[in-house]
């Protein structure tokens, strides 16, 4: 329990501190909060933010829905509307009031519908019911269709009308059920699960014109939607308008925005179906003519083959291929004689050429030519090897040791005939050999410091 403490040793708080304490104790203390309540005290000031009053019988509490908020309503609020608001708690401080600040707001009736739906549809989702990968494709052609609707609703009106004009040949059902109330669901799914076990149909359609919520919400039982899931025939669905959404739409096999485009998605355009058989007529007359021009060409052929069978175009065929071979055979034989000619020429011209004598008279010439040239030949020889024995001379002159002894220099030999490079190569008393430029002098060593 709070105590206030004494007045005498404590600093009084002003009214703003007081309040600020207080908003963060209702911020802190309150988390978001829905709060169901009748609209009243509205207004909408030139700033765009709502401010109005919820109540019920006893009480009543100041909201403040701004503008970025408010632009996002799905209805318009009016005075003693019962809504359906989310916010959070707080304190405003200039006058000292606590006030819901909202962030979104739906009508009472319906965002409890909503509720239930979306809970509906995760449950279902969950079970995999909505999987794509358990839809089946529809027909390409639906000969016979079954509409599971109201047979005075506007919805059956738009279904029939596109379909005679696009398709007046596909055979329609319509299978009366209600679309509204609380039995509609039960009697749509008894009627769908008897289309399906009468076997008669190609697919089946369900839909109905728009609505609100409520108005729709028997195609949100549960029960309808696994009866669509588990229908053995083919299931589009058509409910409302294109931005109205159903549990129908998500287990069927097919959702179409409005009753004429599932109309539209069921059976083809007879015009395309006209295009399209004067295209395979088309295409039919041009194999027809080109297997009459094979037919004909082949029968050509047989012709021209029975033709040639014949005893007189046979002896005719044989004289021509006579013909043809000796006309062959006189061209081979001249060519062969005219290449025997020009080898027998050319023989001869290279037996004159080969003659000994001749042969004898160009040798003869020839070595009269080539006489004077071994000679030339040796002297420039001679004198090539003159020069390089010369260089070589001049070569060996140069580092020749003798040329250094020449200029007054000694080389010491041991008696073994290695040279004396070092003090340390001879001893006291070695015997030596000084060779000289003109000789060799015998020399004894005395010491060798």
């Known amino acids: 329990m709070f105590d206030p403490p004494d007045t005498d040793d404590r600093k009084a708080l002003t009214p703003s501190q007081l309040n600020a304490l207080a908003r963060n104790l209702l911020e802190d203390a309150f988390p978001l909060i829905w709060v169901e309540g009748e609209l009243g005290n509205l207004s909408r000031p030139a700033s765009g933010h709502l401010y109005f009053t919820l109540k019920d019988e006893r009480a009543q509490v100041r909201c403040a829905l701004f503008k970025p908020k408010s632009q996002w309503l799905k209805f ?40 239930a739906f979306e809970q509906l549809k995760a449950k279902l989702q969950a079970e995999g019911l909505f999987d794509q990968a358990r839809k089946r494709p529809l027909p390409d052609h639906v000969r016979r269709l079954g ?22 040949l596909v055979e329609v059902d319509i299978l009366p059920v209600p679309v509204q109330g609380d039995t509609a669901a039960a009697q749509i799914v008894r009627m769908l699960q008897a289309a399906g076990r009468s076997g008669r149909y190609d697919a089946l359609l369900v839909t109905r014109g728009g609505g609100s919520l409520e108005d729709l919400w028997a195609f949100n ?32 096999d097919l959702r179409a925005p409005t009753p004429s485009v599932a109309a539209e998605l069921l059976v083809p355009d007879r015009a395309d179906l006209v295009a399209h058989l004067r295209a395979q007529a088309r295409r039919l007359h041009a194999v027809h003519e080109r297997l009459m021009r094979h037919a004909a060409q082949r029968t050509d052929r047989a012709a021209l083959r029975l033709q040639a069978l014949r005893p007189q175009a046979r002896l005719d065929a044989l004289g021509r291929r006579q013909t043809d071979a000796l006309r062959r055979l006189h061209a081979a034989w001249t060519q062969a004689d005219q290449r025997r000619r020009a080898q027998l020429r050319h023989a001869a011209a290279v037996l004159h050429a080969s003659r000994p004598q001749r042969r004898l008279s160009l040798l003869r010439d020839r070595l009269q030519s080539l006489a004077p040239r071994p000679q030339s030949a040796t002297v420039r020889a001679l004198q090539r090897r003159a020069l390089q024995l010369h260089g070589l001379a001049r070569s060996l002159e140069a580092v020749s040791p003798l040329a250094t002894v020449a200029r007054g220099y000694a080389i010491l030999q041991r008696e073994d005939g290695r040279i004396v490079r070092s003090v340390d190569d001879a001893r006291a008393g070695d015997a030596l050999a000084a060779r000289l430029r003109d000789g060799v002098l015998r020399v004894r060593v005395e010491n060798n410091d």
């Open 221 to 252: 039982d549960e029960q309808l939607a696994r009866a669509i899931a588990a229908s053995p025939v083919p299931v589009v669905s058509a409910v409302g308008h294109e931005v109205d959404v159903t549990l129908a739409d998500f287990a069927a």
């Open 147 to 168: 509409v599971l609707t109201s047979p005075s609703g506007a919805a059956v009106r738009d279904v029939l009308s596109v379909l005679r004009r696009r398709f007046p």
């Open 76 to 115: 318009a609020p009016r005075e003693g509307l019962r809504v359906l608001a989310r916010g959070r708690l707080t304190l405003y401080e200039a006058r000292g009031d606590y006030q819901l600040i909202l962030d979104t707001m739906e009508e009472a009736g319906e965002g409890a519908l909503r509720r």
